[in-house]
Structures are given as C-alpha cells and as structure tokens.
C-alpha cells in the first residue's frame, strides 16, 4: 500500500484542491482575538487591526472570522458528501478598550458551517493540562471580582449533509481501518484529558505556531477516514496533520502560507515512519493486555481477528489490518510513503 502526501504553499482561502476530492479535514486554525494571531489577522484584512486599535472588539472578532468564513467555504467544497471536518478551536479571554469579555471562537464556527449547509455533530471537549497556580482570572476573593479559567478547548466535528456512502472497494478499507473496542470507548468520550499541548516557542517564521499535539489527529484520523483516504488540513503548520495521516495510513494534503514552513513538514513527514511503527506496535500491545485482562477475568472475547494472532471484542473488528510505514520518498511538494503488515 502506498500513500501520497502534498504540501501546497497558498492560501486556504482559495485551496488548489478539487471539490469533492477529500474524506477527512483535521486543523486547528488561528485562534480569533488571541493575541499571537493578531498581525496575521491584520495582514490578511486590514481592517481587524483597525478595529482592535480603536477598542472595538466585537467588530475585530467579526474582522477575523470572516477571514476564516472563506477557509471554511473551501472545505465544504472540497469534501466528498458524508465527509467528516474536526477543527480544533479555543475560545479567547481579553480586554479590549478596558472591557474583559469572552469571544465564543467556537460558537462563531459553528454558526459559519451552519451557514454553509454542515451538519454539527456532537463535539469533544480537550481539557488540557496546566500548571497555573491560581484557577481564576481576575482578582480577590469578592463576589463578582475573578472569572472563570478556561482550561479547555473544543474539537468541533461537522459532516458535509448526510452519512457517506461507501462502494465495494470502500467497504472493504473501512473494515481494515477498524479500531478497537477499548479505544472506541476513549476516543468517542466528549472529554479527553492528558494530552498536553505542544511547545510553541522558536517555531519557523512565526513567533509560536499553534501546533496541537500528535495524539489529536492521530486518534481524528482513525475516527473518522479509512486507509488510503484523503486527510486535508488547511493550516499546515508544522505539519501534524499530515504526519498523523502517514502514521496511519491515509494521504494527505497540507495548505501553508509560510514557504519557511516546508523544511519543518519535510521532517515531520519522515520522522512519521518511525512514530508510525512504535504507535502502531503499542496499540498491539494495549490490546493484547487488554485482552489478556478479560481473559483473566472470565471474559473471553467472542470473536478473533482473521489477519492477526488476537481476539477481539465485536464482529466489526474482525477485519482489522494494521498497517506500518516503511518508507517515506520524495523532497517537497509531494512526497509517497510505502507500508508493510504489522504482524
């Protein structure tokens, strides 16, 4: 089996990418009215530094999420009917002309896709870890006188009109992309705690890059895209995504506006292949323990795999075929990743 991964230096405003050419998208766009993201906001329209020089920062929200409504226009047209968009979003916390105010980044997203005819489904809730002494904003210990601290971010999940129909062909990879039981029951939980953020500092021409760690679109992928499907993430960045999709074998397609960027994903691509095999490798062996657990317990599962040497819980997952990257080829734009069974 093989994948192809391809970074295109552009805008996602205007993606290069046919309509209806992808299965999955998994991002994590500039966030709205946090301040890191304010000169790229402002570059792209002027008008959303304009209004938070003047203190207006109900119309610098709108300024900068219009930005984005056309970002979200071109995923809905390049996602086959029934695909499934996750965006990793958190809302923003600031003081704008001596006003302290929360601005719903995730609402105003959800309102976007709405527009643009995306069924909302139900999102997950990524509470991430945090070392801050004091779990308030604000001051004292008088009524009315600190806020709540935000700790979490949403990973909004949309689907492009009905559920996707899938051909013969695509059956087949669907039941070789199955997932376990156990990691179902994670994994479709609407909390996920543990998983901490990535470091931002001395990112390629950006001061902090965003990026999000592996662990979400390593379980996005696998959630909602079979092998061989197509994973887009419009805001590249350093490349996560995409790295995501060849560990688990699916292609990709990254949008990045920085050039600077493409050596970064260049390495996130290839350091894939061995992420790709130990995470592959550990799932194994989280299964077979599981197992062995259930086993121990008086609870032989019902059914075993017809590709591998373990027992699986359901009827679904008898089909599963783990697959492990062997090689990544290629120097940019596009580069083709080959695999082998996992064993």
Known sequence: MRTTHHLVIGDSRRAPVASGSVHLVVTSPPYPMIEMWDDAFTALDPAAGEHLAAGRGPEAFEA????????????????????????????????????????????????AAQRLGMTVLPDILWRKPTNAPNKFMGSGMLPGGAYVTYEHEYI????????????????????????????????????WQGLAGTGQAGSVGRERSGAFPFEVPWRLVQMYASQGDTVLDPFAGTG??????????????????LPAFEPVIAESLVRAVAIGRERTLRRVRDHEAFVATRVAAGKVPAYTASNHAFSVMTRQEREVQLRVPAKVTGAGPTWTAEYEVCL
């Open 64 to 111: 900068m999420h219009a930005v984005l409504d056309k970002a979200w226009a071109e995923v809905a047209r390049v996602l086959i009917p029934g695909g499934i968009c996750c965006i990793n979003i958190g809302d923003a916390t600031r003081s704008i002309g001596g006003e302290f105010a929360l601005y719903s980044n995730h609402a105003r997203i959800l309102t």
């Open 156 to 191: 909004l999940v949309l689907r492009k009109g009905g559920k996707r129909v899938y051909t013969a062909a695509e059956k087949v990879r669907r039941a070789e992309s199955a997932y376990f039981w156990e990691e179902r029951n994670a994994w479709f939980s609407d909390l």
């Open 240 to 257: 996560t995504t995409m790295a995501a999709a060849l560990a688990t074998g699916r292609s990709s397609v990254g949008i990045e506006r």
